[in-house]
T-cell receptor, first 111, second 114 residues
Framework: QKEVEQDPGPLSVPEGAIVSLNCTYS??????FMWYRQYSRKGPELLMY????GNKEDGRFTAQVDKSSKYISLFIRDSQPSDSATYLC???????????FGKGTKLSVIP | EAGVTQFPSHSVIEKGQTVTLRCDPI?????LYWYRRVMGKEIKFLLH????????ESGMPNNRFLAERTGGTYSTLKVQPAELEDSGVYFC????????????FGSGTRLTVV
């Protein structure tokens, strides 16, 4: 069983739609949960992070973590063509420097 | 502030040859990491330097891979001899202190072994 599972998509939505991205994980030691955005031919860029369970909102983006279900989500409201990218979930255990990534979901927002 | 710089951006080599990838971290960042993404797979951790010392190299696939960090500044990752399965994108990241939030990734080196 992979430590982190993420549907690679691709996912295509019309501009203005609400996008839901999610990951599941198996390692109970993960404490930090992150979403990275990666544009083509670029490196991953940290979008949002959450420590332990709970929700976090930043503008049009909301990250949710449910540790009891080992499930994390990223919601994008009012999606824009500029949101078109690959979204990667990543996780980290307390005291660890290693990031464990999902495969990434390729999102296209169509004008 | 300059970001993490990696070069070359793309390298095509023949099986059995040697390739050296270079990473220049953000100035002042003690922590430097190498990650790799093989086609169709997740981005995977390779190793972690703190200044010039290897803190964790548990992700290095085998002894054909050698990483160094001269004087705690730039780092090189050498693959010798390269095999077909080494093809992928190699990312470098750096951070100043502990924790994920300090991570800044470079744009990666796309390595193709033919």
């Amino acid at each position: 069983q992979k430590e982190v599972e993420q549907d690679p998509g691709p996912l295509s939505v019309p501009e203005g739609a609400i996008v839901s991205l999610n990951c599941t994980y198996s390692n109970s030691a993960f404490q930090y949960f992150m979403w990275y955005r990666q544009y083509s031919r670029k490196g991953p860029e940290l979008l949002m992070y959450t420590y332990s369970s709970g929700n976090k909102e930043d503008g049009r983006f909301t990250a949710q973590v449910d540790k009891s279900s080992k499930y994390i989500s990223l919601f994008i409201r009012d999606s824009q063509p500029s949101d078109s990218a690959t979204y990667l979930c990543a996780m980290q255990g307390a005291g660890s420097y290693q990031l464990t990534f999902g495969k990434g979901t390729k999102l296209s927002v169509i004008p | 502030e300059a970001g993490v710089t990696q070069f070359p951006s793309h390298s095509v080599i023949e099986k059995g040859q040697t390739v050296t990838l270079r990473c220049d971290p953000i100035s002042g960042h003690d922590n430097l990491y190498w990650y790799r993404r093989v086609m169709g797979k997740e981005i995977k951790f390779l190793l972690h330097f703190v200044k010039e010392s290897k803190q964790d190299e548990s992700g290095m696939p085998n002894n054909r891979f050698l990483a160094e960090r001269t004087g705690g500044t730039y780092s090189t990752l050498k693959v010798q001899p390269a095999e077909l399965e080494d093809s992928g994108v190699y990312f470098c990241a750096s951070s100043q202190g502990r924790g994920f939030y300090g991570y800044t990734f470079g744009s990666g080196t796309r390595l193709t072994v033919v």
